[in-house]
Nanobody
Framework: QVQLVESGGGLVQAGGSLRLSCAAS????????MGWFRQAPGKEREFVAA????????YYAGSVKGRFTISRDNAKNTVYLQMNSLKPGDTAVYYC????????????????????WGQGTQVTVSS
């Protein structure tokens, strides 16, 4: 089973930026569609962004589109989430996820479609 480790979270003021990283174990990272999700206190986990195996296709939740960018470096087994113009409403634990089982689409946006998860990294945006 692939292991995922997120990093890059922290405390930032509204309007600031952070870049999250998610490092994956194994030799087949380039075969996994990847995604980022987040969970705010008292709320359910929600989709943020997804990226295809090669990185040529991406998809974003409406709440982050235009502010966040998902990317990946398959040579480094890493997926990134660049977050700009952060708002207090972006405060959450951010999780990366991998779909290691076979699928027939470029990317996935539902939580149940992913079968490997990281432990999460806290992002706090102050007003």
């Amino acid at each position: 089973q692939v292991q995922l480790v997120e990093s890059g979270g922290g405390l930032v003021q509204a309007g600031g930026s952070l870049r999250l990283s998610c490092a994956a174990s194994g030799r087949t990272f380039n075969t996994y569609p990847m995604g980022w999700f987040r969970q705010a206190p008292g709320k359910e986990r929600e989709f943020v962004a997804a990226i295809s195996r090669s990185g040529d296709a991406t998809y974003y939740a409406g709440s982050v589109k235009g502010r966040f960018t998902i990317s990946r470096d398959n040579a480094k087994n890493t997926v990134y989430l660049q977050m700009n113009s952060l708002k207090p409403g972006d405060t959450a634990v951010y999780y990366c996820a991998a779909k290691t089982l076979l699928g027939d689409t470029n990317y996935y946006i539902r939580e149940e479609q992913y079968n490997a998860w990281g432990q999460g990294t806290q992002v706090t945006v102050s007003s």
